[in-house]
């Protein structure tokens, strides 16, 4: 057992007990961001006078070899250290002696392991903006490419009224163009650095948090000591932007999945994005789209789960926090697989033109494009709505479309249908005069892609690296 405390103690730590309360097996993923906020830390104690310039030359020379020697492999994490902190501290004092000791000067774990974790969400945050861009990317090839694919659009999952692919997927488009949104949102919330807070209550010595905020690429240091320790907000905050994420994923893995099946067949999963079934020689199983349909509850599982652990936690730091990390890394680490998985799987999709287009003919999808032909003419739009109920229960009747019908029936609905009505409640008619803002219409979607293009290339990443706060 290696652990950071002990003087106070008279009897040995319990076997069973160390283990419950040890963390390295999970924190060990901190090991990059500990380090560099413990040279940060070392180097503003050297400014300070408060470490000499040897000293601090020789902690962060022991703590760069450190990383790099795990990082090689030369140098094991191993289950003997309570924590990631207890390792890196361990190691560096076997290394250059003395001076390891005095690295956790005016320094707590609990300011530590909060520096560390917002250090990691923070890179996270990046990450998954990044795989997000991806794949907004990729829709929009897409949406490019399939400006005239009609297909039908759904309400109730009932065939509505006609739209394109372009916008089917452009809805996903605005949702995942959301999601990053939410990514910057955190970003501006929550960097700022809560080093330099001790275990609660600041210290006595004269550390420079601006510094090592800045050092650490942080706007500046948070405002209140007790809060900084105690402080989660941005992990719930980064998992409930990662919960919207895997719902709107799941929600299109679903349309996927029906898209896919045979009923449909709008859509062809790539044979690398599919599996068999061990019995049923014929299946091709979309199982990527459902296991991201399925692990959507795994994330939102931890979002509840973090809430949950915080909500009855007094001020300070409590150990109870420790709790945050399993479930935020395996959330990460799932949004992340899902993200990766699902573009490639979108991106290799093939889409049943022809199929969506006829599937668009069916189900009278241009009733509504029929009673606006009638409003036109000057039928009030109750009654139009009425005349072309009862021309639909005709059609259905007699296994037709509407435009199947010859004008002759259609007079005995009304009087004011003429030769125009085929061309009014045409299926490109249908979409192509649909030009209201944000509509299916070529020109709308047009200009909606435009605008969404240049968004795309104007990365607030960009303006992140030149320093300039927005
Ligand atoms: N492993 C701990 C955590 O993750 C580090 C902080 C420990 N602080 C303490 N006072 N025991 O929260």
Redesign the pocket.
């Known amino acids: 057992m290696a652990q950071l405390w002990g003087g106070r103690f008279v009897g040995e730590t319990d076997e069973l007990v160390y283990r419950f309360n040890a963390?390295i097996s999970f924190?060990r993923r901190l090991l990059r961001q500990d380090i560099e906020g413990s040279i940060a830390h070392a180097s503003m104690l050297v400014r300070q006078n408060i470490l000499t310039q040897e000293e601090g030359t020789r902690i962060t020379e022991g703590l760069k070899g450190i990383l790099e020697d795990v990082e090689s492999g030369a140098l094991a994490i191993t289950e003997e250290y309570e924590?990631v902190?207890s390792f890196v501290e361990a190691n560096l004092t076997a290394r250059i002696g003395d001076a390891g000791k005095k690295l956790h000067t005016g320094r707590s774990?609990?300011d530590q392991?909060a520096l560390d974790m917002r250090l990691y969400i923070r890179e996270q945050v990046l990450k998954t903006d990044e795989r997000l861009k991806t794949l907004l990317q990729t829709l929009l090839d897409l949406m490019e490419a399939n400006l005239d694919t009609y297909m039908p659009g759904f309400t109730h999952l009932q065939k509505a009224q006609p739209v394109t692919l372009a916008h089917h997927l452009g809805a996903y488009f605005e949702m995942f163009k959301r999601d990053r949104q939410r990514m910057r949102d955190l970003y501006y919330r929550m960097n700022y650095c809560p080093l330099g807070s001790g275990a609660l209550a600041g210290t006595t010595y004269p550390l420079d948090r601006e510094d090592t905020a800045i050092a650490l690429g942080f706007f500046g240091p948070t405002l209140n000591s007790m809060d900084s320790v105690s402080d989660r907000d941005y992990v719930i905050d980064f998992l409930s932007a990662l919960s919207v994420i895997m719902m709107h994923l799941s929600r299109f893995s679903e349309e996927i999945i029906l898209w896919n099946s045979d009923e449909y067949r709008f859509v062809e999963i790539d044979d690398a994005y599919s599996t068999g079934s061990s019995i049923m020689p014929q299946k091709k199983n979309p199982d990527i789209a459902e296991l991201v349909r399925g692990k959507t509850g795994r994330v939102y599982a931890a979002l509840t789960g973090l809430l949950v652990t915080m909500k009855g936690i007094p001020l300070a730091?409590n150990?109870d926090?420790?709790e945050d990390?399993e479930l935020t890394f395996d959330a990460i680490d799932t949004v992340d697989g899902c993200l990766v998985l699902f573009n490639g799987m979108v991106k290799t999709m093939k889409f049943n033109r022809r199929r969506m287009e006829q599937s668009a003919k069916r189900g009278f999808t241009n009733a509504t494009d029929a009673a606006d032909y009638l409003v036109k003419k000057g039928v009030p739009f109750r009654d139009a709505h009425g005349l072309v109920g009862r021309l639909v229960l005709t059609c259905i009747g007699e296994n037709k479309s509407i435009e199947e019908m010859p004008l002759s029936r259609l007079k005995e609905i009304s009087p004011v249908f003429e030769e125009d009505i085929y061309d009014a409640i045409s299926l490109k008619t249908c979409v192509e005069n649909r030009l209201t803002q944000g509509g299916p219409g070529r020109k709308a979607m047009e200009a909606a892609i435009a605008i969404n293009r240049q968004d795309l290339a104007a990365d607030w990443k960009d303006s992140l690296r030149s320093g300039v706060r927005q």
């Open positions: 963390s924190d924590d902190h774990r609990n392991v730091y150990k926090m420790q990390k």
